[in-house]
């Protein structure tokens, strides 16, 4: 997938070091001071001109390009590839000053102003000529330059502006629309319409979801999503257009997999960049920020087609985004980047390289802190340098992985919906529990999209998959029927894709390959929890399911539906359908996907334990490396036999990782 432009990655060798920096914030002096620094630290790779502007193009049409030659020249000079950016994150203050219709509306009609960033909306022509325009230029100038090795285009495309209502979105939204349903008839069907006395007779009667008194149309809705999606993925497109006119070079943008934004359906993206690319922050809002790290990683490599992608951010320390920015511990940034690595990625970098001394992100930590190079920031910097070099030879091999989970952007927009029937039950939570606990039992996951071909896999994991597609469920039941194993949770298989509930009795995609038949959800209290025949609790939902063909595995003892069965298993044509109905306490989670794991003969790649000790593998047709990350207080010994690349030396059976240690292994060939 990563190569169909036939543009290949950068070229790069090993897996590089690198950072976003922002010259333009700084005097020549302090660039010097940089460059030196940079080379001291082994810096690869370097992201310039990501906001870069309003310091390009001081009125319309008027450009000034020195000091961008001159840092291009700086860094060229010395040895450090180029990541350049196309400049149209964030516009200067005159664009939206002579032309104040760029900016977005939110749902409430309400304009947003300049005087932060990325306030431009995503269907404005306006924004998009002058910003093609930009591109135009830095495309020509740049575009032979041999130390420019990676196009970055825009930064974090919708970021902040995903979702814009106003007039113009409005009439963006209706060709889209018309592209997709061809008729109003189409439209009012998919709609439903029927309802509420929506029925639209002309597609200029067509909002996008404002605000509105009572709850909205969830197709509306969630077709506003898709629509969003797209919308941002055009200005990528646009760009790249540019850009690949001017240049050989490979193009790419930062995608945004992570637990607090979900308004890109990246699948639909991926095939449009040559290399993969995801910023990635440690969100210590969730229960497990660590674990959402690997869930984060293995999505993204998912992304990229198992083929290795780049982590084109993450922070060095603190960011400044958070409630409370919590600081890395002692070998957590060396931890987190080897996680990272060990889950695919070639490429490891930073924002920020200085931390600046003013602007909104004064307080986001940097690879150069504010205490400057004297500091244990900088020397933990020199260290994973000195790690990831000695990995070089780990660059281009592919994770190994048995066990696929499904994860689909449409079922979160529209799971989480309004008008559901507990707002407790979140998509991502359903996801995240299921992968944090077959993380627990040693499994490497793949994540795939709905529809991805099934059959390499020994088990397949369907959190919450709650719209699925009859062409995507297929794929699930026939891959079951064949032989697979797939461990289905509840609210999954409920809706299609226009959020039409599929009668008969729930799950409807999934019925018959669950061997069950539910009649109805009994959602409950946060904190209320019910008891299970076979120990351990569950809380959140329970289903009035009824067998069909399909076993029970456990019961409710008591709680809303005493003696349902609350986890069941069916057998399918060649395969099993396992089926969870309830949220159920993690030690219980974790012992049904254990008998899916066991049953579907799936190797673990690591020990069982409580996570904090991360095994995975790499591999190639000749290599394979196991990667031990030891988030934990205490030193674990795993069996391996081979060469540990970190501190280069052989390991003969037995290899220890101290707390808070990470180790590679070459393991020698499995006779
Ligand atoms: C990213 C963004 C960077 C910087 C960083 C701070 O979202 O691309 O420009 O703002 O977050 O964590
Ligand atoms: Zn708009």
Same mark, same amino acid.
């Given at each position: 997938?990563?190569?169909?432009?036939?543009?290949?990655?950068?070229?790069?060798?090993?897996?590089?070091?690198?950072?976003?920096?922002?010259?333009?914030?700084?005097?020549?002096?302090?660039?010097?001071?940089?460059?030196?620094?940079?080379?001291?630290?082994?810096?690869?790779?370097?992201?310039?001109?990501?906001?870069?502007?309003?310091?390009?193009?001081?009125?319309?049409?008027?450009?000034?390009?020195?000091?961008?030659?001159?840092?291009?020249?700086?860094?060229?000079?010395?040895?450090?590839?180029?990541?350049?950016?196309?400049?149209?994150?964030?516009?200067?203050?005159?664009?939206?000053?002579?032309?104040?219709?760029?900016?977005?509306?939110?749902?409430?009609?309400?304009?947003?102003?300049?005087?932060?960033?990325?306030?431009?909306?995503?269907?404005?022509?306006?924004?998009?000529?002058?910003?093609?325009?930009?591109?135009?230029?830095?495309?020509?100038?740049?575009?032979?330059?041999?130390?420019?090795?990676?196009?970055?285009?825009?930064?974090?495309?919708?970021?902040?502006?995903?979702?814009?209502?106003?007039?113009?979105?409005?009439?963006?939204?209706?060709?889209?629309?018309?592209?997709?349903?061809?008729?109003?008839?189409?439209?009012?069907?998919?709609?439903?319409?029927?309802?509420?006395?929506?029925?639209?007779?002309?597609?200029?009667?067509?909002?996008?979801?404002?605000?509105?008194?009572?709850?909205?149309?969830?197709?509306?809705?969630?077709?506003?999503?898709?629509?969003?999606?797209?919308?941002?993925?055009?200005?990528?497109?646009?760009?790249?257009?540019?850009?690949?006119?001017?240049?050989?070079?490979?193009?790419?943008?930062?995608?945004?997999?992570?637990?607090?934004?979900?308004?890109?359906?990246?699948?639909?993206?991926?095939?449009?960049?040559?290399?993969?690319?995801?910023?990635?922050?440690?969100?210590?809002?969730?229960?497990?920020?660590?674990?959402?790290?690997?869930?984060?990683?293995?999505?993204?490599?998912?992304?990229?087609?198992?083929?290795?992608?780049?982590?084109?951010?993450?922070?060095?320390?603190?960011?400044?985004?958070?409630?409370?920015?919590?600081?890395?511990?002692?070998?957590?940034?060396?931890?987190?980047?080897?996680?990272?690595?060990?889950?695919?990625?070639?490429?490891?970098?930073?924002?920020?390289?200085?931390?600046?001394?003013?602007?909104?992100?004064?307080?986001?930590?940097?690879?150069?802190?504010?205490?400057?190079?004297?500091?244990?920031?900088?020397?933990?910097?020199?260290?994973?340098?000195?790690?990831?070099?000695?990995?070089?030879?780990?660059?281009?091999?592919?994770?190994?992985?048995?066990?696929?989970?499904?994860?689909?952007?449409?079922?979160?927009?529209?799971?989480?919906?309004?008008?559901?029937?507990?707002?407790?039950?979140?998509?991502?939570?359903?996801?995240?529990?299921?992968?944090?606990?077959?993380?627990?039992?040693?499994?490497?996951?793949?994540?795939?999209?709905?529809?991805?071909?099934?059959?390499?896999?020994?088990?397949?994991?369907?959190?919450?998959?709650?719209?699925?597609?009859?062409?995507?469920?297929?794929?699930?039941?026939?891959?079951?029927?064949?032989?697979?194993?797939?461990?289905?949770?509840?609210?999954?298989?409920?809706?299609?894709?226009?959020?039409?509930?599929?009668?008969?009795?729930?799950?409807?995609?999934?019925?018959?390959?669950?061997?069950?038949?539910?009649?109805?959800?009994?959602?409950?209290?946060?904190?209320?929890?019910?008891?299970?025949?076979?120990?351990?609790?569950?809380?959140?939902?329970?289903?009035?399911?009824?067998?069909?063909?399909?076993?029970?595995?456990?019961?409710?003892?008591?709680?809303?539906?005493?003696?349902?069965?609350?986890?069941?298993?069916?057998?399918?044509?060649?395969?099993?359908?396992?089926?969870?109905?309830?949220?159920?306490?993690?030690?219980?989670?974790?012992?049904?996907?254990?008998?899916? /794991?066991?049953?579907?003969?799936?190797?673990? *790649?690591?020990?069982? %334990?409580? @996570?904090? +000790?991360? #095994? =995975? !593998?790499?591999?190639?047709?000749?290599?394979?490396?196991?990667?031990?990350?030891?988030?934990?207080?205490?030193?674990?010994?795993?069996?391996?036999?081979?060469?540990?690349? /970190?501190?280069?030396?052989?390991?003969?059976? *037995?290899?220890?990782? %101290?707390? @808070?240690? +990470?180790? #590679? =292994? !070459?393991?020698?060939?499995?006779?």
């Amino acid at each position: 997938m990563a190569d169909h432009q036939g543009r290949g990655r950068p070229a790069l060798a090993g897996i590089t070091l690198g950072c976003d920096y922002n010259p333009e914030q700084w005097s020549p002096s302090v660039w010097l001071e940089d460059v030196a620094l940079m080379t001291v630290a082994g810096i690869d790779l370097v992201a310039i001109n990501i906001f870069g502007w309003s310091d390009l193009e001081s009125q319309p049409g008027r450009y000034d390009f020195d000091r961008l030659d001159a840092v291009i020249e700086l860094l060229h000079a010395n040895g450090i590839a180029i990541n350049l950016g196309t400049a149209t994150a964030s516009p200067p203050p005159w664009l939206s000053a002579q032309h104040p219709e760029i900016l977005p509306v939110a749902a409430d009609g309400t304009r947003r102003f300049p005087g932060g960033r990325q306030a431009w909306c995503p269907s404005s022509p306006v924004y998009r000529r002058h910003a093609l325009a930009l591109v135009e230029q830095v495309a020509k100038r740049y575009g032979r330059h041999p130390g420019v090795v990676l196009w970055h285009v825009s930064n974090e495309l919708g970021c902040h502006n995903a979702l814009c209502y106003c007039d113009v979105s409005a009439e963006a939204f209706r060709a889209w629309l018309r592209q997709r349903y061809g008729t109003i008839a189409a439209l009012n069907s998919a709609w439903g319409t029927a309802f509420w006395s929506q029925r639209y007779h002309d597609w200029a009667e067509i909002q996008p979801p404002r605000a509105t008194l009572s709850a909205g149309n969830p197709t509306q809705i969630l077709d506003f999503h898709r629509f969003s999606s797209d919308a941002l993925l055009d200005c990528h497109q646009a760009e790249a257009e540019v850009l690949r006119r001017h240049s050989d070079a490979p193009v790419t943008t930062n995608f945004m997999v992570t637990a607090h934004i979900r308004n890109l359906d990246y699948w639909s993206w991926a095939p449009h960049v040559d290399i993969v690319a995801n910023d990635h922050y440690l969100d210590h809002r969730l229960d497990d920020p660590t674990a959402e790290l690997s869930f984060a990683a293995d999505l993204t490599r998912g992304l990229s087609g198992g083929e290795p992608w780049m982590l084109m951010e993450q922070a060095a320390g603190a960011v400044n985004w958070q409630p409370y920015n919590l600081a890395k511990t002692p070998g957590q940034m060396l931890r987190n980047s080897l996680t990272h690595v060990a889950r695919g990625a070639d490429s490891i970098s930073f924002f920020q390289w200085r931390a600046a001394p003013y602007g909104a992100e004064k307080f986001h930590s940097a690879l150069v802190p504010h205490a400057g190079t004297d500091t244990v920031a900088w020397r933990e910097v020199l260290h994973l340098s000195a790690v990831l070099k000695r990995l070089r030879e780990v660059a281009g091999t592919r994770v190994l992985a048995d066990t696929a989970l499904v994860f689909s952007w449409p079922s979160w927009w529209a799971a989480d919906g309004d008008g559901r029937p507990s707002e407790a039950v979140r998509y991502l939570d359903q996801v995240h529990a299921v992968y944090n606990e077959l993380r627990k039992l040693g499994v490497t996951v793949d994540v795939v999209a709905p529809g991805a071909d099934l059959s390499a896999y020994r088990l397949v994991a369907i959190p919450c998959l709650y719209a699925v597609s009859d062409a995507d469920a297929t794929r699930i039941n026939e891959y079951v029927a064949g032989g697979g194993h797939a461990v289905v949770t509840f609210f999954s298989g409920i809706a299609d894709e226009k959020d039409h509930i599929r009668l008969g009795g729930y799950p409807g995609a999934f019925r018959d390959m669950l061997g069950i038949s539910v009649e109805e959800f009994f959602p409950s209290e946060p904190g209320r929890t019910f008891g299970l025949s076979t120990g351990g609790r569950a809380g959140l939902w329970a289903e009035n399911l009824r067998l069909t063909t399909a076993t029970a595995l456990t019961r409710y003892t008591d709680g809303p539906l005493p003696g349902v069965p609350a986890v069941t298993r069916n057998t399918y044509g060649d395969g099993t359908g396992w089926y969870i109905a309830t949220a159920l306490d993690t030690t219980t989670l974790r012992d049904v996907l254990r008998q899916a /794991v066991e049953t579907a003969w799936v190797p673990a *790649t690591g020990p069982e %334990g409580d @996570g904090s +000790v991360e #095994v =995975v !593998r790499r591999a190639d047709g000749e290599r394979r490396y196991l990667f031990a990350i030891n988030h934990g207080t205490t030193t674990v010994e795993l069996p391996a036999t081979g060469h540990e690349l /970190v501190d280069d030396q052989p390991i003969t059976g *037995t290899l220890r990782v %101290g707390a @808070g240690q +990470v180790r #590679v =292994v !070459r393991e020698d060939r499995a006779r």
